[in-house]
């Protein structure tokens, strides 16, 4: 706590202030338009963030970051179509709670329950980032291979349902990050001899046209909703919003699970969402009222997606490993204001941090007013036409990739990682690996080169010192147990295997 007050001087700038409005409100604006993505929405605001300070820019991402995981409550409660993708399981209990004539305290149980996880993310985030940065101050080159492993491990994971696009999509991403200058020898690999490719392939543009543009193509090519509007009273704002903490068994749970969640790369919302509500139903007395408006499994899901929010930047800030794209954006802030996330960060910039803290409580609070007041009309922009909001996403990411440098060539990639993109989701190929193949591959590379290059060319480098070795063992292991009960899987599912 004492971070989070010290850090309150550090955010009242009005830079910082408009940031955290602004970021707050896009966010909750992309999460109740169906169609729309987190992800899209930080990849449009990236290019402007990096022309703030660096507290202000993150802030901006991190506030359309939070707020529309509220916000996707929203459509997924009203008319069963999740605002993102990580609100799916709201809609089991939610919408049926609205076919009750219950949606004001559905919505009044999802903000409530999304406050709470959100706040104690934060939380643990300022008590657990500096005890694991102190942890990575004795990390060298070894370690820093084994976490790139156990990183990459965890995303392809993370994608179970789609192994093998996630394999191939992650490989793309590593080959891209070795186009550019090669920095142990000093060498050019795959530029061509063009020099717009010496520095590699721009982040930026590669994550806006992977997941700005292609999500614009999908939108003009979706049809008008049709059905009636969508209207609700929200007049009694504060009725309901102590209902959550009538199940303090549900809530404490699912809190907890998704603070740990967001600490495994790759698995993060979704993973949290999906394990919370399985465990909330298999252990109520009532199952049987899941799926039909149980406020159980409302909050279930809801207070599991919110906090991960915030511990998501546990292995950024300490270890500077992002465990998905969307923290792969925050890192490209870090990087563009010179600031390195790691041990080093909390020494070299502790009123950074502090101020971090401090925006990332503010923005909680700042979203939870916001959808108190302002949910009457957030709820009209599920009625917007879809391909009116690709048409201005699309102008979005051509201007945001082009004003980044004011370069035509990042424009051009942008465009060519957009049509990469829609193929991907045309093939249900998973987007995020190849962002994170794109941020971590480099990383691995000079790390293990800098291992070599120490221990002469020794590979038992990294079994001879303890931490390494754990977690390369813990990335195997978890490979191992998931090929076996694939294998399984498949031999119970096969028409001559044994029958389950």
Same mark, same amino acid.
Request: charged share 10%; with cysteine.
């Given at each position: 706590?004492?971070?989070?007050?010290?850090?309150?001087?550090?955010?009242?700038?009005?830079?910082?202030?408009?940031?955290?409005?602004?970021?707050?409100?896009?966010?909750?604006?992309?999460?109740?338009?169906?169609?729309?993505? &987190?992800?899209?929405?930080?990849?449009?605001?990236?290019?402007?963030?990096?022309?703030?300070?660096?507290?202000?820019?993150?802030?901006?991402?991190?506030?359309?970051?939070?707020?529309?995981?509220?916000?996707?409550?929203?459509?997924?409660?009203?008319?069963?179509?999740?605002?993102?993708?990580?609100? *799916?399981?709201?809609?089991?209990?939610?919408?049926?709670?609205?076919?009750?004539?219950?949606?004001?305290?559905?919505?009044?149980?999802?903000? /409530?329950?999304? @406050?709470?996880?959100?706040?104690?993310?934060?939380?643990?985030?300022?008590?657990?980032?500096?005890?694991?940065?102190?942890?990575?101050?004795?990390?060298?080159?070894?370690?820093?291979?084994?976490?790139?492993?156990?990183?990459?491990?965890?995303?392809?994971?993370?994608?179970?349902?789609?192994?093998?696009?996630?394999?191939? +999509?992650?490989?793309?991403?590593?080959?891209?990050?070795?186009?550019?200058?090669?920095?142990?020898?000093?060498?050019?690999?795959?530029?061509?001899?063009?020099?717009?490719? %010496?520095?590699?392939? &721009?982040?930026?543009?590669?994550?806006?046209?992977?997941?700005?543009?292609?999500?614009?193509?999908?939108?003009?090519?979706?049809?008008?909703?049709?059905?009636?509007?969508?209207?609700?009273?929200?007049?009694?704002?504060?009725?309901?919003?102590?209902?959550? $903490?009538?199940?303090?068994?549900?809530?404490?749970?699912?809190?907890? %699970?998704?603070?740990?969640?967001?600490?495994?790369?790759?698995?993060?919302?979704?993973?949290?969402?999906?394990?919370?509500?399985?465990?909330?139903? !298999?252990?109520?007395?009532?199952?049987?009222?899941?799926?039909?408006?149980?406020?159980?499994?409302?909050?279930?899901?809801?207070?599991?997606?919110?906090?991960?929010? /915030?511990?998501?930047?546990?292995?950024?800030?300490? $270890?500077?490993?992002?465990?998905? &794209? %969307?923290?792969?954006?925050?890192?490209?802030?870090?990087?563009?204001?010179?600031?390195?996330?790691?041990?080093?960060?909390?020494?070299?910039?502790?009123?950074?941090?502090?101020?971090?803290?401090?925006?990332?409580?503010?923005? #909680?609070?700042?979203?939870?007013?916001?959808?108190?007041?302002?949910?009457?009309?957030?709820?009209?922009?599920?009625?917007?036409?879809?391909?009116?909001?690709?048409?201005?996403?699309?102008?979005?990411?051509?201007?945001?990739?082009?004003?980044?440098?004011?370069?035509?060539?990042?424009?051009?990639?942008?465009?060519?990682?957009?049509?990469?993109?829609?193929?991907?989701?045309? #093939?249900?190929?998973?987007?995020?690996?190849?962002?994170?193949?794109?941020?971590?591959?480099?990383?691995?590379?000079? !790390? @293990?080169?800098?291992?070599?290059?120490?221990?002469?060319?020794?590979?038992?480098?990294?079994?001879?010192?303890?931490?390494?070795?754990?977690?390369?063992?813990?990335? *195997?292991?978890?490979?191992?147990?998931?090929?076996?009960?694939?294998?399984?899987?498949?031999?119970?599912? +096969?028409?001559?295997?044994?029958?389950?």
């Amino acid at each position: 706590m004492d971070s989070i007050l010290a850090g309150i001087e550090h955010i009242t700038t009005y830079q910082v202030l408009l940031a955290l409005l602004l970021g707050a409100v896009c966010g909750i604006t992309v999460g109740a338009i169906p169609g729309l993505e &987190p992800a899209g929405a930080m990849a449009i605001l990236l290019p402007f963030s990096l022309q703030l300070e660096p507290l202000a820019g993150i802030t901006l991402l991190l506030g359309a970051y939070g707020g529309a995981w509220y916000g996707g409550a929203i459509p997924a409660i009203l008319i069963k179509v999740p605002g993102t993708p990580v609100n *799916v399981l709201t809609t089991y209990d939610g919408y049926p709670m609205t076919r009750r004539g219950e949606a004001h305290r559905a919505l009044s149980l999802a903000y /409530s329950s999304s @406050f709470i996880g959100g706040i104690c993310s934060v939380l643990a985030l300022v008590f657990l980032a500096p005890y694991l940065a102190r942890i990575a101050a004795n990390f060298g080159a070894p370690e820093y291979v084994a976490i790139a492993i156990l990183a990459i491990s965890s995303v392809i994971l993370a994608h179970y349902n789609q192994i093998g696009g996630a394999i191939m +999509s992650l490989g793309m991403g590593m080959f891209l990050g070795t186009v550019g200058m090669e920095s142990v020898f000093n060498t050019q690999r795959y530029t061509f001899n063009e020099s717009w490719l %010496l520095g590699g392939v &721009p982040l930026v543009p590669a994550v806006i046209g992977l997941f700005a543009m292609s999500q614009g193509f999908v939108l003009l090519t979706t049809p008008t909703r049709t059905g009636p509007a969508v209207k609700i009273e929200y007049t009694n704002r504060f009725r309901g919003l102590l209902e959550a $903490l009538r199940y303090p068994k549900v809530l404490g749970r699912s809190v907890g %699970l998704g603070l740990t969640m967001g600490l495994l790369p790759g698995v993060g919302e979704f993973g949290a969402q999906f394990l919370s509500y399985s465990i909330t139903k !298999r252990l109520s007395k009532t199952p049987e009222r899941f799926g039909k408006g149980a406020p159980e499994g409302l909050i279930a899901s809801e207070s599991s997606i919110s906090a991960c929010t /915030s511990t998501v930047l546990i292995p950024l800030l300490s $270890l500077g490993m992002p465990t998905d &794209p %969307l923290m792969a954006m925050v890192l490209t802030v870090f990087m563009i204001h010179n600031i390195v996330p790691g041990p080093r960060l909390f020494v070299d910039h502790p009123d950074f941090v502090s101020g971090l803290y401090a925006s990332l409580f503010l923005v #909680n609070i700042l979203i939870l007013v916001i959808l108190l007041f302002a949910t009457k009309y957030i709820t009209r922009l599920a009625n917007i036409n879809p391909r009116f909001i690709g048409a201005c996403v699309m102008i979005l990411a051509l201007i945001g990739s082009y004003t980044q440098n004011y370069r035509i060539s990042d424009a051009l990639i942008m465009v060519v990682f957009a049509i990469i993109g829609r193929i991907m989701i045309r #093939n249900d190929i998973p987007a995020f690996p190849m962002v994170i193949g794109l941020v971590l591959g480099p990383l691995f590379e000079w !790390r @293990f080169a800098q291992s070599m290059s120490l221990s002469n060319g020794n590979l038992l480098v990294f079994f001879e010192r303890p931490i390494s070795a754990t977690l390369i063992g813990l990335a *195997v292991t978890a490979l191992i147990v998931f090929a076996i009960t694939s294998f399984r899987k498949r031999r119970q599912e +096969s028409p001559t295997g044994p029958q389950p």
